[in-house]
C-alpha cells in the first residue's frame, strides 16, 4: 500500500483541526501528586474533576520515517498558585525531538535534560518552538481566560515516558505571582 498526501485544516478561532483520529482529555485527577499545593489540590478534585489540557491527535503509523502530528489545548487555571499543565514526559526513544508552534494563548514550555539542564520558553501566537532531542517538555498555560493552544509534530517511533517525571516532577515550576508568571525552583 502506498500512501497519499493529504491535508488538514486548522480551524481559527479555536485553532482545533479538522482532521481528529483521537481526541484525549486529561482531568485534574490524572496529575496526583504533580502540583505543589496538595490541599488546594485536594480542595478542587472534592469539588469537580475539572478538565486540564486536551491533545487532539492525527494518527499515522508509529515508525521511523513516519512524524505524529497534533493539536494540543490546555485550559486557563490554576491549582493554589500554580498554572495548569500537561502531565510532561520525555520521549521513550530519548533521542528524538518535537517542534512546537503556538497558534493562540500565552504560555510556556517547561524543558529539563536527565542530566539537569533546564530551559523554560515563553509561547505565545506565532512563535516556533524547538525540543532538541533528550529534553522533556510540560506546556504550561498561563493565560488568566484563555487557551493555550499549540501544533505539535514529532518521529513517530518517539513514544512517550511519563514514569520519571511522575516520579521527580519538573526541576522548575511555574506559578501566578504578585509580579505576574513566576518560574521558580521545585524544591520537593
Ligand atoms: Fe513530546
Known amino acids: 500500500m502506498t500512501d497519499f498526501p493529504f491535508t488538514f485544516d486548522l480551524l481559527f478561532p479555536q485553532g482545533l483541526p ?3 483520529d483521537n481526541h484525549i482529555q486529561r482531568r485534574l485527577s490524572a496529575l496526583r501528586g504533580q502540583f505543589l499545593d496538595q490541599h488546594a489540590y485536594q480542595a478542587m478534585l472534592d469539588v469537580e474533576d475539572c478538565l486540564l489540557y486536551e491533545v487532539y491527535e492525527i494518527r499515522r ?5 513516519e512524524m505524529l502530528m ?3 489545548v490546555v485550559h486557563p487555571g490554576k491549582v493554589g498558585r500554580e498554572f495548569f499543565m500537561t ?3 520525555y520521549h521513550a526513544v530519548l533521542d528524538t ?5 503556538c497558534l493562540k494563548g500565552e504560555g510556556v514550555m517547561v524543558m529539563e535534560t536527565p542530566e539537569g539542564e533546564t530551559a523554560v520558553e515563553k509561547l505565545s501566537p506565532g512563535k516556533v518552538l524547538y525540543v532538541p532531542p533528550r529534553w522533556a517538555h510540560r506546556s ?3 493565560g488568566r481566560a484563555e ?3 499549540t501544533f505539535f509534530v514529532y518521529p513517530a517511533h518517539s513514544g512517550h515516558d511519563y514514569g520519571t517525571i511522575e516520579q521527580r516532577g519538573f526541576r522548575k515550576r511555574v506559578l501566578d505571582g504578585p509580579k ?7 524544591d520537593g
Open 147 to 149: 487557551d493555550l493552544v
Open 87 to 89: 502531565k510532561g514526559h
Open 180 to 186: 505576574g508568571v513566576e518560574i521558580v525552583d521545585n
Open 140 to 142: 504550561v498555560c498561563t
Open 97 to 101: 525531538c518535537e517542534v512546537y508552534t
Open 18 to 20: 479538522s482532521r481528529v
Open 61 to 65: 503509523p508509529e515508525l521511523p520515517g
Open 70 to 72: 497534533g493539536i494540543s
